[in-house]
């Protein structure tokens, strides 16, 4: 089914540790976003690109890393995990901006806990 | 600076009964505003969007929300709650700068009682 694929569904690292989570769509869409989500808090934007090679920060990039080399895949890189990482991170994907008003397509999520 | 505003974190209904999940929103200028819900464990759905065209929105589900620029609300509604409409919505503001970025507000779990 088209649409956008997240791995893991589920991760437990320890402080310190690194790790990288996946991301891939199949919609061809340039847009894409990286949302943590925490309770009460809503979505937060992590990162965001509008194609390959583009990225951007958005509200809370800090302990984050992204790359986009293909239209496909937008990674998102943990590095030295901190407990205030624990969260359920979601991935994202819609057209050009004419589209994302038709709004995004998400992925199920990875539920990341750090201990 | 935009901003949403959910003014109810947790909303409880008896089945068959309407529902209001209330959105305020803050934007220098005219936004698209979405409402999305979450089912547990799962990813986030789009229930409707308001975009500048009608000012009365009709989803999927039932739901509809009304934009009201005097009042900076976009309340969501539904006349008629159903058991498998417990979930978590968020209302989402779109602004105006070219890249399709959401900012959502804080979520109102809806629960719903036989």
Same mark, same amino acid.
Request: proline share 4%; charged share 15%.
């Given at each position: 089914n088209?649409g956008v694929?997240q791995?893991?569904?589920? +991760?437990i690292?320890k402080?310190?540790?690194? #790790? @990288? $989570?996946?991301c @891939?769509q ?5 847009? #894409? ?7 009460? #808090? ?7 690109s /509008? ?8 509200e ?6 992204v790359s986009?080399? @293909? ?7 943990l590095? $030295?995990?901190a ?5 359920v991170y ?10 994302? $008003?038709?709004g ?5 999520? @990875? +539920? $990341?806990?750090? /201990? | 600076a935009?901003? &949403?505003?959910? *003014? ?5 209904v008896?089945?068959?009964?309407? &529902?209001? *999940?209330r ?9 698209? =505003?979405?409402?999305?819900v979450?089912h547990p464990?799962? %990813?986030?759905? *789009?229930l ?7 000012t009365l929105?009709? %989803? ?7 934009f ?7 309340? =969501? ?10 979930a978590e919505?968020?209302?989402? =503001? ?7 970025? =959401?900012?959502?507000?804080? %979520?109102?779990?809806? &629960?719903?009682?036989?």
């Amino acid at each position: 089914n088209a649409g956008v694929t997240q791995t893991p569904k589920f +991760r437990i690292l320890k402080i310190g540790q690194s #790790m @990288t $989570l996946q991301c @891939t769509q199949d919609m061809n869409h340039n847009y #894409m976003y990286w949302y943590r989500q925490d309770p009460g #808090m809503g979505l937060k934007l992590i990162y965001y690109s /509008v194609g390959a090679g583009i990225t951007d920060k958005g509200e809370v990039p800090n302990g984050y890393n992204v790359s986009r080399s @293909t239209t496909e895949d937008f990674p998102l890189r943990l590095e $030295l995990a901190a407990p205030s990482q624990t969260s359920v991170y979601f991935c994202a994907s819609s057209g050009d901006r004419g589209r994302a $008003l038709y709004g995004y397509t998400f992925g199920s999520g @990875t +539920r $990341l806990t750090v /201990v | 600076a935009q901003s &949403v505003t959910q *003014l109810d974190s947790h909303v409880s209904v008896s089945e068959g009964t309407p &529902v209001l *999940l209330r959105c305020n929103y803050s934007s220098s200028y005219s936004p698209s =505003l979405f409402w999305y819900v979450q089912h547990p464990n799962k %990813g986030l759905q *789009l229930l409707l969007k308001y975009t500048s065209a009608a000012t009365l929105v009709k %989803g999927i589900n039932g739901f509809e929300a009304e934009f009201k620029k005097s009042e900076t609300s976009f309340h =969501l509604t539904k006349p008629s709650a159903h058991m498998s409409d417990a979930a978590e919505y968020f209302c989402a =503001l779109m602004g105006t700068d070219s890249w399709g970025k =959401l900012q959502f507000g804080a %979520g109102t779990q809806v &629960v719903v009682t036989p």
